[in-house]
């Protein structure tokens, strides 16, 4: 069965980066009905590593994916590790290596001398005397001495490793027996059964290592996928600044999972020129041969330009359901669908749309300074007042924009007054600037009763300011 693998090192949060490897797993697996596992790798952070796999957990929920089986954790996994390397040194596939720190700096220094690159010279790789006193001995695989490590990636092609340039016979126990990060990956890999391992290429020089120790054990080799980094517009490594956060740090910046799934599939794959993904079709088209060879940059406006492409295309319900979380809760409120449709067209993120949802629903507490200077003066406030007035006399039901757009427009006719010279002024009394969606939507939200007490308001304020 195809078995794919998310194995993040704990951080104590989920990095955007690492939210795509993970959906790249996990589509790959879900579309071949396969599995995608969890796995921390813990062995060498002394972190909380429960947290951790707490908040990998709690931000794959926030964007829908689930992974199989229980989580594995590295660091509860060392009687495995020892055992493996025990088997290893039965076979005589690794060795003791007694070479103390002083030795190791020493040969460092005569390979740095000879322009040569740093590499252990195998010179316990055949020892049978007795060993030094008072040396706690690492413990180091046998790896080949010359030739190439070639395999064959799924995005990169073929991959070929001189054996002189990216091995020697590494460690993969230190002197305290605990087991080296390689050694662990593949063992993990191999017992977990994965078979398809989709990592940023930042894992690519690891690979012939754990290539080598597939092939001591006997272990099957995995098909590598290795994907291009994210980098910042300017072609660097990502950063915080550049976006580079927590997955959750997403959520509370408004935006809605499907928007950072859909950007961060195509950060990296495309198909044909399709810019928009549901979840469904990005499973049923998914595949990780067709992920690009380049790195992708990083872009914000990109991510923006999703999100408001999925907020305005989110059902009622959702976005009700999502607005709660930014302190807007107009499930009872009899104009949320007209709300609703007021925003959806206008706002990027949740964070915008719960902000100009909340500049409707509640008085503003005070006026834009710019737009009062240029919209209100003492003939503004007198067309305000007869308007109010006439609300207040109208004896149709006004409920609808539609309604108030009627009971506009025959005021102004009876006024002789242009839209113009009463739009503004009513949008600055309802929420506190000029900038609202159309001033029907907003009368029919806020409601004949508060709207005529919000135009009282600016009256009260325009004369005792
Ligand atoms: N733990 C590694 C990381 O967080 C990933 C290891 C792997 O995918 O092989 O980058």
Redesign the pocket.
């Known amino acids: 069965m195809l078995t794919t ?5 704990p951080t104590g949060y989920l990095h955007i980066g ?1 939210l795509r ?1 993970a959906l790249y797993n996990y589509l790959w697996a879900r579309k071949n009905s396969g599995r995608f596992l969890l796995r921390i ?1 813990d062995t060498d952070l002394k972190r909380n590593s429960q947290e951790a796999a707490e908040a990998i957990e709690e931000a794959f929920r926030w964007v829908g994916l689930s992974h199989d089986d229980e989580i594995i954790y590295q660091s509860q996994r060392f009687d495995i590790y020892k055992k493996y390397i025990r088997q290893l040194l039965d076979e005589g596939k690794a060795y003791y290596c007694y070479m103390t720190k002083e030795e190791l700096d020493a040969l460092r220094k005569e390979q740095q001398a000879r322009k040569e690159r740093p590499r252990y010279d195998g010179r316990y790789r055949d020892f049978t005397g007795t060993p030094p006193e008072g040396v706690d001995p690492v413990v180091r695989i046998k790896a080949p001495q010359s030739g190439t490590i070639t395999f064959e990636d799924g995005i990169k092609g073929t991959v070929s490793f001189r054996v002189e340039d990216v091995l020697d016979d590494f460690i993969i126990a230190r002197a305290d027996g605990t087991p080296t990060y390689n050694f662990v ?1 593949a063992i993990d ?1 191999a017992l977990m059964g994965v078979n398809e ?1 989709i ?2 290429d ?2 690519l020089s ?1 690979t012939p290592k ?1 290539i080598v120790v597939y092939q001591s054990l006997g272990f099957d080799i995995p098909k590598f996928y290795h994907v291009p980094m994210i980098l910042n517009p300017s072609g660097k490594k990502l950063s915080k600044r550049d976006g580079a956060m927590d997955v959750m740090e997403y959520k509370r910046m408004g935006y809605l999972p499907e928007a950072l799934l859909n950007f961060l599939v195509r950060l990296g794959w495309s198909h044909g020129d399709q810019e928009i993904f549901s979840f469904q079709e990005m499973l049923e088209l998914f595949d990780p041969k067709e992920i690009n060879k380049s790195a992708s940059a990083y872009n914000a406006q990109k991510l923006l330009w999703l999100n408001a492409h999925y907020i305005k295309n989110a059902s009622y319900e959702r976005l009700i359901e999502e607005l709660k979380a930014f302190d807007v809760n107009i499930e009872d409120h009899d104009k949320k669908e007209i709300l609703v449709d007021a925003l959806r067209d206008r706002a990027k993120t949740l964070v915008e749309f719960s902000e100009m949802a909340r500049a409707i629903l509640e008085a503003p507490q005070s006026y834009d300074e710019k737009a009062m200077k240029k919209f209100i003066n003492e003939e503004a406030i007198e067309i305000l007042r007869k308007y109010a007035a006439y609300l207040n006399i109208s004896e149709s039901p006004l409920h609808l924009p539609v309604d108030f757009e009627q009971v506009t427009k025959a005021f102004m006719e009876k006024e002789g007054l242009k839209m113009k010279q009463l739009a503004q002024p009513i949008r600055i009394a309802m929420v506190g600037s000029a900038v609202s969606p159309s001033v029907y939507d907003v009368l029919s939200i806020v409601g004949k009763e508060e709207a005529v007490r919000r135009i009282e308001a600016l009256i009260h304020y325009f004369h005792t300011k």
Do not use: K, L, Y
């Open positions: 693998r998310f194995a993040p090192s690492g490897t790798e990956v890999d391992i990592r940023g930042d894992h690891n754990q």
